[in-house]
């Protein structure tokens, strides 16, 4: 996951399985639960969707808050991480033609996934291989919760490319064990060592080679060119107040404080706003523009009442928000809608 880039697009795969999680497991509502955590709520149960990638670290914090009293579901969620679920990511690694060109190919694209531990890809003359990881100190709060949520994504990830084969010779976590490793250890056919000074995947001599059932070169090409320009979208240069308007118009109801805001950008609250200052704008006025903006994508839906329109908005009355609409467009919301959807005026 590219968190210098947390305006960019992820696929929805992440949210999903933490939702099925907390309303399987939990007995959680999943709309209280995006309300209780700031979290913008979603729709999931329609095709999938996508969601930035703030949106993404946001959830796991929230996901890791609320399951920090039961922790042995972070690696049982990490094994519901299947690769063809990663959209072209994952179907470029099943197509590559071995197993070390399939890491080198989720290395290369990582900023795609969902991890916050970097892992880089060394090979060997005998054909042995590793995934070195290095942790980001971005989101201390989230390092355990990682680390048990990859070590079974990364299992999985391994088995779907293989077929279920499992080339393991040693496996190092850089974290303490699940509280439930007794009943775990059966699905590594290889030492794990927990509590360790770096994570790394090391592969048995001659795993690199392995040949992969699925590959295809010239699918893998298809995939890894689609990777490519997904990796594009999101080097995007975007203004911080471009990127702070799009988060918030994308955000339905709850406010957002400046400090969550900074929060978003791995920023100071303070740094956030001489950002703003030096784009010659403030945080108030965004807020008030993205407003406006999602007002009018809002009210060109004849199906939105003006009542659903303000409480969408964080209205708490509909002649509160109507003043607002007023002030900002000079006309009535009503008389918006009649010119936005060419309805001419009653007689």
């Known amino acids: 996951m590219d968190t210098s880039a947390l305006h960019a697009v992820l696929p929805d795969l992440s949210a999903r399985i933490m939702r099925s999680a907390l309303v399987s497991e939990f007995k959680l509502d999943w709309s209280d639960f995006c309300r209780s955590s700031s979290v913008r709520p979603m729709q999931l149960d329609d095709c999938a969707g996508e969601l930035l990638v703030q949106e993404e670290i946001m959830l796991q914090q929230a996901f890791a808050d609320c399951t920090a009293g039961a922790a042995t579901i972070w690696f049982d969620i990490g094994l519901r991480y299947r690769s063809i679920k990663y959209g072209p990511l994952g179907l470029a690694m099943m197509t590559a033609a071995t197993l070390g060109e399939a890491l080198a190919v989720a290395c290369r694209y990582q900023s795609l996934t969902y991890s916050l531990i970097t892992y880089e890809y060394a090979a060997n003359a005998d054909g042995s291989c590793a995934l070195n990881g290095n942790w980001s100190d971005h989101f201390p709060h989230l390092h355990d919760f990682t680390e048990h949520r990859d070590l079974g994504a990364i299992r999985t990830l391994v088995a779907d490319l293989m077929g279920g084969a499992l080339p393991l010779e040693r496996v190092r976590v850089k974290a303490p064990p699940p509280a439930n490793w007794a009943q775990l250890q ?50 995007t240069t975007g203004s911080i107040r471009d990127r702070l308007m799009d988060r918030l118009i994308r955000r339905d109801g709850s406010a957002l404080s400046a400090g969550e805001a900074a929060q978003l950008f791995a920023l100071s609250e303070r740094t956030l706003h001489r950002r703003l200052a030096e784009e010659g704008t403030r945080f108030s006025d965004i807020v008030d523009d993205a407003r406006y903006a999602r007002a009018r994508q809002m009210l060109a839906d004849r199906r939105n009442s003006v009542e659903m329109v303000a409480f969408a908005l964080g209205y708490a009355e509909p002649s509160s928000f109507s003043r607002a609409f007023k002030r900002w467009s000079g006309i009535g919301a009503l008389e918006f809608r009649r010119r936005e959807l060419g309805v001419p005026p009653a007689r």
């Open 186 to 235: 059966h699905l590594f056919p290889c030492p794990v060592e927990f509590n360790a000074e770096r994570t790394c995947w090391m592969f048995l001599p001659g795993a690199a080679h392995m040949a992969l059932p699925l590959a295809d070169n010239e699918l893998q090409s298809l995939y890894t060119s689609r990777c490519d320009w997904a990796i594009g979208q999101a080097r």
